[in-house]
């Protein structure tokens, strides 16, 4: 089944398909019209507007705090009750450095905002970090989607492995538009969350 969405589909293949479709095509706008420049980079305030403007014609949770526990692949991101404290933790992190940007992004993936695009929207938030404070991007067409998937699986007991993968990945181009939707592309990692309750924690 479908997670909940403003279009009643139900079919998780056609949701998925229409989410790609919609969120890239937003992803390009907020390229193109500076929308984020309003904000700050590195708060929780710019990630939850990038996630709201990509997001905000499939599903109410836009730019929301997710209610319910989630997991992936066994890893239980931050819980409802301790989210709130842990964003603003996150968002207190320095992002002087490159590593202190990407330890900075690393905590804001294990807290996982949203109910669902995590990823698409905080690689946009990191992206905005970089070329704030070094000038610099990730060229997310030269990431191996596999390498990066299991670094951000890894990241949370040891961050070496996607600081390596980031790296060899910056780039100068921040104002290529190629660069920067290669990041969104990551959306085929359809594969939901599993709920689960604060007893089991
Ligand atoms: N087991 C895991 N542990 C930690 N982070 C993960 C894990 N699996 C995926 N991730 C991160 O979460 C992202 C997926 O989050 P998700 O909310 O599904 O966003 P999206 O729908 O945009 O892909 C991945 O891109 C990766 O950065
Ligand atoms: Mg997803």
Do not use: C
């Not at 590195?42 to 996630?51: K, V």
């Not at 109410?60 to 890893?75: E, P, Y």
């Amino acid at each position: 089944m479908a997670l909940e969405n403003k279009l009643n589909i139900t079919d998780s293949t056609e949701l998925a398909r229409m989410e790609e479709k919609i969120s890239k095509k937003k992803a390009v706008e907020l390229f193109e019209n500076g929308y984020l420049d309003h904000y700050e980079a590195g708060t929780f305030r710019m990630l939850a507007a990038i996630h709201k403007y990509l997001f905000d014609e499939i599903y109410d949770f836009a730019g929301k705090v997710r209610t319910v526990n989630i997991a992936k692949s066994n890893f239980r991101f931050a819980p409802v009750m301790y989210l709130q404290a842990a964003i603003e933790n996150v968002e207190k992190m320095p992002q002087s450095t490159f590593d202190e940007i990407v330890e900075k992004y690393v905590e804001m993936n294990i807290a996982h905002p949203f109910r669902e695009g995590n990823g698409r929207s905080m690689r946009i938030w990191l992206d905005s970090i970089l070329k704030k404070e070094l000038s610099m991007v990730i060229d997310w067409s030269t990431v191996n989607k596999e390498d990066y998937l299991l670094a951000m699986e890894r990241s949370p007991i040891k961050d070496i492995e996607i600081k390596y993968i980031l790296k060899q990945a910056l780039t100068d181009k921040v104002n290529d538009r190629e660069v920067y939707m290669k990041g969104i592309d990551y959306s085929y990692y359809y594969e939901g969350y599993a709920i689960y309750k604060a007893k089991d924690l």
